[in-house]
């Protein structure tokens, strides 16, 4: 089954320890992005990676990290919590460029940052 | 920079009635994507219908159907026949004709759907 996973669904954690909320997907797609949705604004793109080793930011970076060292998997990271990063993310991929295709989004990852 | 406006946080609907749901966006390209995507309470993003900006045919799928009108970049969504299944968050979302993927979303609108 096609499909996008991301663990851990759920995550209750303090300032300032680190964390890294994974992102996998077995349809060899090669665009992967993460979006964080928050009330009011919707989804906003935090990172986006094209391809292997090729990663850059979206709209907001601010507070992340990622890496991209397998084509499946598209970790993010959060070196110090603070509770503005707060939200609900979503971990996207899809073919790049291919406008009959549509991005597969993953069930999402509630984090809250005391 | 291209933005999408959903001006209607929220609407409700009665069973078996139609609803319209609202979305105009801004972009200079000629060449773009559109689409409406469901968020039901699991919170899982489903992708409802999407729009090619060079069709001009309007695009539908069973009992969804948007109005695209291009000249006045709006991008409405209709559901006819209501169902209480429709209940959830849905989302306009843009996407650029050129080599990315990126989504470009709307605020949303919760739609509530009473028997």
């Known amino acids: 089954e096609a499909q996008v996973t991301q663990n851990p669904r759920y995550l209750i954690t303090v300032t300032g320890k680190k964390l890294t909320v994974t992102c996998s997907q077995n349809?060899?797609?090669?665009?992967m992005s993460w979006y964080r949705q928050d009330p009011g604004l919707g989804l906003r793109q935090i990172y986006y990676?094209?391809?292997?080793?090729?990663?850059d930011k979206g709209d907001v970076p601010e507070g992340y990290k990622v890496s991209r060292k397998e084509k499946r998997n598209f970790p993010l990271i959060l070196e110090s919590p603070s509770p503005n990063q707060t939200s609900l993310y979503f971990c996207?991929?899809?073919?790049?460029?291919?406008?009959?295709?549509?991005?597969?989004f993953g069930p999402g990852t509630r984090l809250t940052v005391l | 920079a291209q933005t999408v406006t959903q001006s209607q946080p929220e609407m409700s609907v009665q069973e078996a009635e139609t609803v319209t749901l609202s979305c105009t966006y801004d972009?200079?390209?000629?060449?773009?994507?559109l689409f409406w995507y469901k968020q039901p309470p699991s919170r899982q993003m489903i992708l409802v219908i999407r729009?090619?900006?060079?069709?001009?045919q309007n695009a539908t799928e069973n009992r969804f159907s948007v109005n695209f009108q291009k000249a006045a970049k709006s991008f409405s969504l209709k559901i006819s026949d209501s169902q209480l299944g429709d209940a959830a968050m849905y989302f306009c979302?843009?996407?650029?004709?050129?080599?990315?993927?990126?989504?470009?979303f709307g605020t949303g609108t919760r739609l509530q759907v009473f028997p």
């Open positions: 996207a991929s899809s073919f790049v460029g291919t406008s009959t295709d549509t991005q597969y």
């Open positions: 979302a843009y996407r650029s004709g050129l080599d990315t993927d990126k989504l470009i």
């Open positions: 972009t200079s390209e000629s060449d773009y994507y």
């Open positions: 349809m060899n797609h090669e665009y």
């Open positions: 729009q090619e900006a060079y069709k001009q």
């Open positions: 990676s094209m391809n292997v080793e090729v990663t």
